[in-house]
């Protein structure tokens, strides 16, 4: 069953962090002038009713992670729900085909625990990690195949994605100011992020990826069963989760001051 049949070169297309817009009220009140201004344009051009809808979703869009209040009162990876939605410059913004995902109540527990070590207690996850995001990808092929008694394209083209996005994504959204230091150690020009890092820093991701792939052009239908596929993929790691995560941070500390929220 080819789920990403036509995502391998969209998720290959990064989304900088300058075509995110932060959440705001005149954001806010900007796009939706911009989507009546569409809509207006859209019925004059064609003379179609308003009925027609999109065939597809190229903005950003909200951060719809479900996080407890604990979650968000201690400002775990840009996990504070979103209400509405922001666009790109050219106001090319739609929110009907947003991935949401619910992260399960264990790892969002270990998504506190993960800024408490970095922010609170100054200390880093010890580099290189076992597993690595690579291994535990490679884990869960290997867990779906059995579980499915083949291997897919599909599932193949998800892990693929992922990798992808995890790789791009680290430097930029997914550390901690007090990790920088510790990722320009440890990985090089020729050295992947998910060869070096593990479930902690692949966790992170999970709670970003709603606004990056916002961008990506997905059929509903499609949409849907990649959402699916990533909850799957989250319960994987919940059930694994005192394999592939550290119950405490005991590498080198991190570097004191400021820094408690992730650089964008």
Known sequence: MEILCSLPCNWDEWVGTDRL???????????????????????????????AKPKSSAGVSSLDVKLDKEDTKSNVPKG??????????????SAEKLV?????????????????FITQQNKLVKLPRSPTVDDILTKYLEYRSKKDGMMTDSVGEILNGIRCYFDKALPVILLYKKERQQYHEAVSDNVSPSSVYGAEHLLRLFVKLPELLAYVKIEEETLIRLQQKLLDFLKFLQKNQGTFFLSAYDGP???????????S
């Open 21 to 51: 817009m932060k959440h705001t009220e005149d954001n806010v009140l900007k796009q939706q002038a911009l989507d009546k201004k569409q809509g207006m344009e859209k019925n004059t051009k064609s003379g179609r009713s308003a009925q």
């Open 80 to 93: 504070k729900k979103r209400k509405a939605d922001s666009g790109t410059e050219k106001g090319n913004v």
């Open 100 to 116: 949401k995902i619910q992260i399960p109540s264990t790892l969002k527990k270990q998504l506190v625990d993960d800024w408490e």
């Open 253 to 263: 500390k991190a570097p004191e001051g400021s820094g408690k929220d992730k650089e």
